[in-house]
């Protein structure tokens, strides 16, 4: 059968009255799953995975492909409203959306972000339906060296990360490496700043983290600040029209990262997270007014929207095309597969081409879906911020202690990410920035880990990031994009002078 | 008005959050009073029988190997009714199995809960990095059992495992292993084994772990030589003809079109086996005819044609085992696995 054929397939699949109605159902519970701080796509596909046990694997497949970027397209919402990110792909849009909806604006950024998570959708939908099968060898053809390089050329980021002092966002950076290497190590299977606790052979979970530097700090700010009325009193929601130089500023930032967080999801390891990072610092680093960043831009909230979204529709081709699961939330679908008595690999688009193009086709409907689903929804979820001061900080609270507890229902991760709201906060009174601490975890250990494949491989040997071309080339972008802001303040001086 | 559906919007989250709450924590609440029921748990005839719900521990979170495990056997025994009361299953996840382990030591003489383990609860503790080990739990019953495979690349110089063995015999350096867990653990453990048993330098041995299916990517874009991993993750690899298989780790060859072209390692000469084996363990000084009871319905269980089923569904392969069989089995293993983690110098 050919693709086309194949194609014509899927969309029949995706068509039928059943197939509608499982993306439908699929994309809701996804879309509610990542609005709820800490409850994210993993465990809802894992609760699926009995349920679908008999039914027809296509529209099981389908439904459970919906949860999982539902969840993602969701995600936006709490990191917007609360500052409580959803899910760890949406992080990042925090950074902007949060400020944005703070202005009294926040119907225009949960548009934003919807219109952005569907643009990203859509765009990488067409790109994993022309490319798929080719797309594969792009999958496999980074080996740890270029990890390493990719993760090394995310970092040089982290002085644009911050305003003001580079020696607090250094600092800051610092902290979060450190934190990184908390764990049993997989290079050598020792566990590394545990204090002999088991709770922490693990290393600390990302949202952990995340909750407590943003929501739980910003919750402790709130209550001291309680008396200054205008410090986020965020009662406007603002309208939900976009304006034309709203839209114009969007598409620039969307068509772009929608590109690299496609690319960046095909890369096993990557993952939402990584390319709504790297999309950002991308977007900030190219824009006219980068100052604009982290006080509520359009671009910096429409770049990780897109790219996260567009990141998720990448996974499925490590997925689906050579059945690898690049992500946890890829491997338990790998696990569903199984189940239903399919095989993800090579062979799938060959042996059950209604499967493989049935989930691509029904992604189309799905983001559409969302869209539906959430633009006219807007303005109600928006109306949690006219809840009074007292009750909302309480609500943040409460979500992100039910959130992190449902991550591994472990009593000791409330502790931490009761250290770690206590810590965002003192690193907000001291004007520390928590998006480099944030970044230098998530780049840190896998760069860490890259870095120590390659040094075995290599027997030691540093010339092996040198060898392969997309470590080299990477590198060389690394050495240019550290360089650059150099040579520009240099170049300013002496223009001014 | 408009506050009356930010309300109901509210609500709304909550009760979903609740629902899904309850998914996991509702068996849990059955359980808590263990010891209040203790003394009502044997019949006089020495016949036992569950009295209350029965909690099911998976030491690792959802959608992994312990996990569906215990939820697939779960599932058979109380659809088919061989267990009569409720089976819930709980996960407990985190420290490579160790926090469920330390939960499990605390129901301590419970007759109602149980939790599925495999080679980790050997290999762990020796590795230092959990406080129990077997002899802390009540072996009741083996029912599943997998099987490890060396992949390398298609077109890579090695035919079979002795080519292999050879060329490391010269140089172990010139060869990169790669598996999915640490060292010390089971992907490495294994090749260790086979290799110990060629006459390779086993501590001069490269290996790299790369989770996330790092290993696929690592061996088929040349980063890495060998694979060493589950049959399972390499079969549709092989069927792609991307990968080939060297060896599998079990006695004999395996059923399946792919899986039965896979030499074994002992038909090549090299006298060693190594099965990922997966059974269901009790908490310490449980009722010996509560031991009987389980060991019974598992045997059920691993005779009866919905598993059978459920096990063709995950590739696995049939390996009952009653308590005693068990129990010497995992202490052998152990000792096994001792001195060669010695060997290493990563016992702890």
């Not at chain 1, 039928?16 to 465990?43: A, D, K, Q, R």
């Not at chain 2, 605390?106 to 590795?127: A, D, R, T």
Request: aromatic share 10%; proline share 4%; charged share 15%.
């Amino acid at each position: 059968m050919g693709a086309i054929e194949g194609i014509l397939t899927g969309f029949e699949v995706a068509f039928s009255w059943e197939g509608i109605l499982f993306v439908l159902l699929g994309v809701f519970v996804g879309t509610f799953i990542g609005m709820l701080p800490g409850l994210g796509p993993i465990s809802a596909i894992a609760i699926m995975i009995p349920i679908t046990y008999g039914m027809d694997p296509t529209l099981a497949l389908v439904m459970m492909a919906g949860v999982y970027y539902g969840a993602v397209f969701g995600g936006s919402t709490s990191s917007i409203l609360l500052n409580a990110p959803g899910i760890s792909g949406t992080v990042a849009s925090s950074f902007d959306g949060y400020p944005m909806a703070q202005q009294g604006k926040a119907g225009k950024a949960l548009a934003i972000a919807a219109i952005s998570s569907f643009a990203g959708g859509t765009i990488s939908v067409v790109l994993l339906m022309i490319f798929a099968p080719m797309l594969a060898s792009v999958a496999i053809s980074f080996g740890p060296p270029a990890y390493f390089a990719l993760m090394l050329l995310g970092l040089t980021a982290i002085a644009s990360l911050s305003e003001g002092s580079t020696i607090k966002a250094l600092i800051s950076a610092v902290v979060g490496f450190m934190v990184a290497t908390i764990g049993i190590d997989p290079q050598t299977g020792t566990g590394r700043f545990t204090f002999g606790s088991m709770n922490l052979l693990d290393g600390i979970d990302f949202l952990v983290i995340a909750l407590g530097l943003f929501a739980i700090a910003e919750v402790c700010y709130l209550v001291m600040n309680r008396h200054k009325s205008s410090a986020g009193s965020g009662k406007e929601i603002g309208s939900l029209k976009l304006s034309k130089e709203d839209a114009k500023e969007m598409s620039g930032p969307v068509g772009r990262q929608s590109l690299l967080g496609f690319i960046l999801g095909i890369l096993p390891g990557a993952g939402a997270t990584i390319a709504s990072f790297i999309s950002y610092i991308a977007e900030k680093r190219i824009a006219k007014k980068p100052e604009e960043f982290g006080k509520g831009s359009v671009k910096g909230l429409a770049a990780p929207e897109a790219s996260n979204n567009a990141a998720t529709s990448g996974a499925f081709v490590p997925l689906l095309s050579l059945g690898i699961p690049g992500s946890g939330t890829t491997a338990v679908m790998l696990g569903a597969f199984l189940v239903l008595g399919l095989q993800p690999g090579p062979m799938l688009m060959g042996d059950h081409p209604e499967v493989f193009w049935g989930i691509i086709a029904s992604m189309y409907i799905g983001n559409i879906f969302l869209l539906v689903l959430n633009l006219p929804l807007i303005p109600y979820i928006a109306r949690i911020l006219t809840i009074p001061r007292p009750l909302l900080i309480s609500l943040v609270l409460m979500f992100s202690l039910i959130g992190v507890y449902a991550i591994s229902f472990s009593v000791f991760d409330l502790y931490l990410l009761l250290a770690f709201g206590v810590i965002g906060f003192l690193m907000r009174m001291f004007a520390f920035p928590a998006p480099p601490f944030i970044l230098a975890f998530i780049l840190g250990g896998m760069m860490e880990q890259s870095l120590r494949q390659s040094m075995t491989i290599s027997n030691g040997s540093i010339s092996i990031m040198f060898e392969n071309n997309i470590s080299l080339v990477l590198i060389i972008l690394s050495v240019l994009s550290f360089a650059f802001p150099i040579a520009k303040s240099i170049w300013s001086k002496k223009k001014a002078s | 008005m408009k506050k009356l559906l930010a309300l109901l919007i509210f609500v709304l989250m909550l009760t979903f959050l609740a629902a899904c709450g309850s998914e996991d924590t509702s068996s849990n609440d059955g359980n808590t009073n263990d010891e209040d029921t203790k003394e009502n748990s044997g019949e006089d005839n020495g016949e036992w029988t569950p009295s209350e719900s029965i909690e099911i521990v998976a030491p690792a979170g959802a959608g992994g190997g312990w996990d569906t495990t215990a939820r697939m056997s779960a599932q058979v025994l109380t659809e088919e009714s061989m267990i009569d009361q409720d089976m819930g299953v709980v996960n407990k996840e985190g420290a490579g199995g160790a926090i469920g382990w330390a939960y499990m030591a605390e129901q301590e003489g419970s007759n109602h809960n149980l939790f599925v383990s495999s080679s980790p609860i050997l290999l762990v503790p020796l590795n230092g990095q959990s406080e129990y080990g077997h002899e802390d739990f009540t072996p009741i019953a083996n029912v599943i059992a997998d099987y490890g495979a060396f992949a390398v690349a298609k077109d890579a110089k090695w035919d079979n495992l002795n080519e292999l063995f050879e060329d490391m015999k010269e140089d172990p350096q010139s060869v990169t292993i790669v598996g999915t867990s640490a060292p010390g653990s089971m992907d490495h453990i294994q090749f260790v084994r086979f290799a110990k048993a060629a006459g390779v330098d086993i501590t001069k041995i490269k290996y790299v772990s790369a989770p996330d299916a790092g290993g696929v990517t690592q061996v088929l874009n040349g980063s890495a030589d060998v694979f060493s991993t589950g049959v399972a993750e390499v079969a549709e690899q092989v069927r792609a003809d991307k990968l080939k298989v060297l060896a599998v780790t079990s006695e004999e060859r395996l059923d399946g079109e792919v899986l039965s072209t896979f030499p074994t390692a002992k038909e090549q000469g090299i006298d060693e086996t190594f099965v990922n084996w997966r059974g269901f363990f009790g908490p310490k000084d449980m009722d010996p005819a509560a031991v009987k009871y389980y060991e019974n319905k598992y045997k059920e269980l691993s005779d009866s044609e919905a598993f059978a089923d459920v096990r063709s569904n995950y590739g696995w392969n049939e390996m009952y085992m009653g308590s005693e069989e068990y129990k010497q089995f995992l202490d052998e293993e152990k000792e096994n696995l001792q001195s060669i983690l010695e060997e290493l110098g990563l016992l702890k």
